[in-house]
Nanobody, 128 residues
Framework: QVQLVESGGGLVQAGGSLRLSCAAS????????MGWFRQAPGKEREFVAA????????WYADSVKSRFTISRDNAENTVFLQMNSLKPEDTAVYYC?????????????????????WGQGTQVTVSS
């Protein structure tokens, strides 16, 4: 079993920055990719970014490219999401996720169903 705990959310003005952290515990060797998703009120959960634990390959949603950066610290079993130039439309609950899949088909890495473990979420609110 894997436990994921997010931290770092909060309220920030547009143009500001936040850094989210996700600490993993338990059978951390059982997953190969960690990602961030977000869900705004009344909307579906959407992909934000993902990183492969070994090798460090990264993927981003078009809406956050050049503004968000995902990174990991394997020694600490932690993944980070640095969010810069935040916009009001970035307001959402941000969830950390982990996948036990080693390979992904086309676009599968962006899908909610590709991830086996989820954190409880952390609120990010960007004021205009």
């Amino acid at each position: 079993q894997v436990q994921l705990v997010e931290s770092g959310g909060g309220l920030v003005q547009a143009g500001g920055s936040l850094r989210l952290s996700c600490a993993a515990s338990g059978r951390t060797s059982s997953f190969y990719v960690m990602g961030w998703f977000r869900q705004a009120p009344g909307k579906e959960r959407e992909f934000v970014a993902a990183i492969r634990r070994i090798g460090g390959s990264t993927w981003y949603a078009d809406s956050v490219k050049s503004r968000f950066t995902i990174s990991r610290d394997n020694a600490e079993n932690t993944v980070f999401l640095q969010m810069n130039s935040l916009k009001p439309e970035d307001t959402a609950v941000y969830y950390c996720a982990a996948s036990s899949r080693q390979t992904f088909g086309r676009s599968a890495i962006y899908g909610v169903t590709s991830y086996d473990y989820w954190g409880q979420g952390t609120q990010v609110t960007v004021s205009s």
